[in-house]
């Protein structure tokens, strides 16, 4: 079944995400999907996150469906005009992608092309309505296409620190919900009680929500996320509970599936981000009997 059709059928889905390469060597990109090929239901692949150049997702995305698992990309409004986006939306429809989420462009100020310039020629909602105007058959121009497109647009809800800031990001989803996006992706999910609070809130956007888990890799990452990111919410609890692990790597795969073992039967799937440790992908869903 189907992405598309799993969330219509209210099932719950399985997402898994991986970064192309900063260069043409997919050996690793091909490996690690290849172990995920029948555990989840796609792969999430993200275009120049962060502003790090790395090759394009929509290259990425056509080789997971090479593989046999679908994929989705990300859009941004960040590195392209409205008719590039259109464009690659186009050529990514062609080449077997149905998939797009629209996805808040990363600050430039940690990009590693420091001098590359900006272009939001297009807003996020704005960008959700280009999407659905393509899948109508007439473009940003006003001109009809040459065969429509048929696509799943979902977007994203960033870090809040507080309820005022989380107010503001539902406000800005409900928006992009109306414009056509289907489902959300949360920011990174570390207090499962504070996540069954939000979910009380989120249930009102009417579409299925997706909690992203984070593989906390080491102590040092879990005391910078805690330090620097207060939305975050990593508790002293757990930071402790990783110290006193004897195996800190392995004890953030047991977090990591845990955590989706508690979400799943609070919202409609999860989205599971490693930044680089893909190969523990099947670890993490074995400690969440997925």
């Not at 593989?67 to 409004?77: S, T």
């Not at 105007?133 to 647009?153: E, H, I, Q, R, Y």
């Not at 929500?209 to 102590?219: N, R, Y």
Request: net charge negative; charged share 20%.
């Amino acid at each position: 079944m189907s992405f598309q059709k799993r969330l219509q059928a209210n099932e719950f889905v399985v997402l898994a995400e991986m970064h192309t390469p900063k260069g043409v060597n997919i050996a690793r990109l091909i490996t690690d999907s290849r172990r995920m090929k029948g555990r989840v239901d796609a792969i999430v692949v993200p275009d120049m996150d962060n502003g790090i150049m790395r090759m394009s997702a929509l290259a990425g995305g056509v080789l997971m469906q090479q593989q046999g698992i679908e994929a989705i990309i990300h859009v941004y409004c960040r590195d392209r005009n409205r008719m590039a986006l259109q464009g690659d939306i186009l050529a990514a429809h062609v080449l077997g992608i149905q998939n797009l989420i629209v996805v808040h462009s990363g600050d430039m100020s940690q990009s590693d092309h420091i001098e590359a310039k900006p272009v939001y020629d297009l807003t996020e909602v704005g960008l959700v309505e280009a999407i659905q105007s393509l899948n109508k058959g007439v473009d940003m121009g006003g001109f009809d296409l040459d065969g429509a497109p048929s696509l799943t647009a979902g977007c994203t809800i960033a870090p809040y620190a507080d309820d005022r800031a989380l107010d503001a990001e539902l406000d800005e989803a409900s928006k992009k919900i109306a414009a056509g996006c289907s489902f959300v992706i949360t920011p990174p999910v570390f207090d499962v009680a504070l996540f069954t609070t939000f979910m009380e809130k989120a249930k009102g956007l009417g579409v299925p929500v997706i909690p992203t888990v984070f593989l906390i890799k080491s102590l040092a990452i879990a005391q910078y996320i805690a330090n620097s990111e207060p939305g975050a919410h990593i508790s002293d609890d757990l930071i402790r509970r990783i110290r006193k692990s004897p195996n800190r790597e392995t004890e953030g795969i047991k977090i990591a599936g845990e955590t989706i073992a508690a979400v799943k039967n609070i919202a409609q799937g999860v989205m599971i981000q490693t930044l680089g440790w893909e190969h523990r992908l099947p670890s993490i869903l074995d400690v969440a009997g997925l």
